[in-house]
């Protein structure tokens, strides 16, 4: 019996030893390549196809995007409706998403219905035939949206910022319009996806109970398909604005703007990256940082104010991210700079510098908790030509960072000149 008496040890989450789970790994007969972490308490499963079919791959503004959504929405056999009946019907979730360098598609089912499911997903990979009156409904759908967001500070902000990060012809910095919708035509989707999809390249990633008999289905449906194509993924050249400061007014009757303080920045095969994962974090990483201890908690400017490193695969930005009244933006950005110089001015306390140690530890062990948890952080470390070892390096960077190190990256990094300044309003 435990002496309930007796009140337990505290440990801090920087004692714990965190370990990443193997994944299994294999080839279909075509040679896709598929990581699979066969873990989990409960009969179910995610199944995720990542093609390279991002839209850096499109020669057509949103065709990727429009190519991706519409992947469901009809085949040679069956129409939008029918397809999604058969999910629902068997308690299963079929998503897709398109990024700037990938494209996904995800099943979650009961491990029990895979094989009812895995012909409907095969047939969508082959058989889409984007149907035109499902693309006027896409059209339609993303213009109204499109135009409700232009109203939103926020969103065009976000849009801005990353135009000034990376250029308007970049694939991180371009963005759509309501003349892109307009151009979109069938033969588009149906070219990109014979391109990318049919004859494309696809790596697969699955977690969860997986049957026995798991790596024959997936060979048997998915093994003589042509999805293991070279695909490399296009370089495009960064070209930042060259205005570091800029003042829109979007809507003359808007009460508060939308701030976006960014920088570009070296990504994560850099030495510097891992330990300025902390350095954000104490900056702006967390409900408990800096930021938001001065503009939230003392000013109260904003609802919250975060800063966060933005990846992706071929570049990286810092950017610090909030919406504040219109009469308090500027008050906003000096602060902000004011708490970049006290990190650049003054050692790190040991206390503060533990707490946010132990919340990033514990964040990971988070992320740890579960099969499609584990599956996703390894999908990250490959996607990015990565192995464990660059886990179990970030584990100990977390730790083992000092004070003197957090200043000396303060210094490099936290320089107001190196940041572009954006106000919305």
């Known amino acids: 019996m435990p002496d309930r008496t007796t009140i337990p040890d505290i440990k801090d989450a920087v004692d714990f030893n965190l370990t990443l789970k193997p994944c299994d790994k294999y080839a279909l007969t075509n040679g896709a390549p598929v990581y699979a972490v066969n873990a989990g308490a409960e009969e179910v499963l995610q199944l995720e196809f990542v093609f390279f079919a991002g839209n850096c791959f499109e020669e057509k503004n949103t065709v990727a995007a429009a190519t991706n959504y519409l992947l469901k929405n009809g085949t040679r056999t069956k129409n939008a409706f029918s397809i999604n009946e058969h999910f629902e019907y068997y308690g299963a979730y079929l998503n897709r998403a398109c990024y700037s360098e990938h494209a996904t598609i995800t099943l979650h089912c009961l491990s029990k219905h895979l094989n009812v499911l895995l012909p409907v997903v095969k047939e969508i990979l082959t058989e889409a035939i984007f149907p035109e009156e499902e693309l006027e ?159 939230r908690e003392e000013k109260g400017y904003t609802y919250g104010i975060h800063s966060f490193i933005q990846n992706h695969v071929q570049d990286t930005a810092w950017v610090i991210s909030t919406e504040a009244g219109k009469d308090v933006c500027e008050a906003t950005i000096d602060e902000t700079y004011k708490e970049m110089k006290l990190l650049r001015d003054t050692l790190v306390d040991e206390e503060e510098l533990l707490l946010v140690k132990n ?45 003197a190190e957090i200043k000396d990256l303060a210094n490099k990094y936290l320089v107001p000149e190196q940041f572009f300044e954006l106000v919305v309003i």
């Open 137 to 295: 409904i896409f059209k339609q759908n993303c213009k109204q949206r499109l135009s409700v967001n232009l109203q939103k500070c926020d969103f065009i902000a976000n849009r801005l910022i990353d135009q000034k990060l990376y250029g308007a012809d970049h694939p991180y910095g371009k963005f759509s319009s309501m003349e892109d919708y307009e151009a979109l035509h069938t033969d588009d989707l149906k070219k990109f996806y014979a391109d990318h999809y049919v004859n494309g390249k696809a790596i697969l990633f699955a977690a969860g109970k997986l049957p026995a008999d798991f790596a024959t289905q997936l060979n048997n449906f998915f093994g003589e398909l042509n999805i293991n194509q070279p695909a490399n993924i296009p370089q495009n050249v960064s070209l930042p604005a060259t205005e570091k400061k800029s003042r829109i007014n979007n809507d003359p009757n808007g009460v508060q703007g939308a701030i976006r303080i960014a920088r570009s920045f070296p990504g994560r095969y850099h030495p510097d990256f891992k330990k300025v994962m902390v350095l954000n974090n104490l900056l702006g990483g967390f409900f408990g940082s800096r930021l938001m201890a001065n503009i």
């Open 359 to 403: 919340y990033m530890m514990g964040l990971n062990l988070g992320d740890l908790d579960g099969p499609f948890q584990i599956i996703a952080r390894w999908k990250n470390l490959i996607l990015n030509n990565l192995d464990e070892k660059y886990f179990y390096d970030s584990m100990n960077d977390i730790k083992n960072i000092s004070a």
